[in-house]
């Protein structure tokens, strides 16, 4: 996917017209469509803004239409970002049946566009699409193995394989390319790997100085894809 069509501002008036939404959506009839739209509202963030905090009432479930969204956990020093959300995937879900609260925080990493949809509507087509469910409980059970890897990878893995790993992630699955603008911060980077922001500094120094990649300004490009693969399996 292009930098084009992850960060273009897409409008929509009503969720049957809408073709840029979650294939979760595609199961449904044009009736719990509507229920979904019923109340639906859309809303801009800025990169940086604040979208909903670790703690806060699930009152909407929240639909991402274009550009990139951080996930992230709040500890009482630093925050850890679990992962980063692009379009068109549904954003949070983890309390959403069970204390109707959100177990995370979520912040614009570039400007987006996200739709809002009631939690008691979403509720009601889950109870009458059985296809739908199944499909959502197929969704959340992909994104509780990948916090199992991602917390996998953090316990047992030294700095370089999480940086490593942290730069693959953005290559491979945010940006299709070895080649990209690197949208987080280096204490945002850091934040992911689970490192101090100096020792991210340091290993990125030490992958320029191997040549496995290059970083001019934010443009990232990886020149040596397979050592950078090594680097995060034994890492």
């Known amino acids: 996917m292009t930098m084009v069509e992850i960060f273009n501002v897409i409008e929509c008036n009503n969720c049957n017209e809408c073709d840029i939404k979650s294939p979760l959506f595609s ?27 670790q703690g806060s009432s699930y009152t909407h479930v929240i639909s991402l239409t274009s550009g990139l969204v951080k996930l992230y956990i709040e500890g009482s020093q630093k925050e850890l ?37 009631d939690v008691r509507q979403f509720k009601e087509v889950v109870r009458s699409n059985s296809v739908f469910a199944e499909e959502l409980i197929k969704e959340i059970s992909e994104r509780r193995l990948y916090s199992f890897e991602r917390l996998g990878s953090v316990m047992q893995k030294q700095m370089t394989g999480r940086v490593a790993e942290a730069i693959l992630y953005l290559s491979e699955k945010i940006f299709s390319s070895e080649k990209f603008d690197m949208i987080l911060s280096r204490q945002e980077l850091a934040n992911y790997c689970s490192v101090t922001k100096e020792g991210l500094i340091r290993t990125i120094k030490e992958f320029k100085e191997a040549g496995i990649l290059s970083l001019e300004g934010n443009l990232v490009e990886i020149h040596d894809i397979k050592t950078l693969q090594k680097i995060s399996t034994h890492g």
């Open 27 to 53: 199961v449904l009839t044009e009736k719990e469509t509507g229920i979904l739209n019923k109340d639906r509202y859309t809303v801009k963030y800025k990169p940086g803004e604040l979208i909903y905090k």
């Open 81 to 117: 970002i679990t992962r980063i959300c692009r379009p068109v995937e549904i954003i949070g879900g983890s309390g959403m049946y069970i204390d109707n609260k959100h177990h995370n925080s979520a912040a614009a990493v570039t400007e987006v566009n996200l739709c809002y949809i």
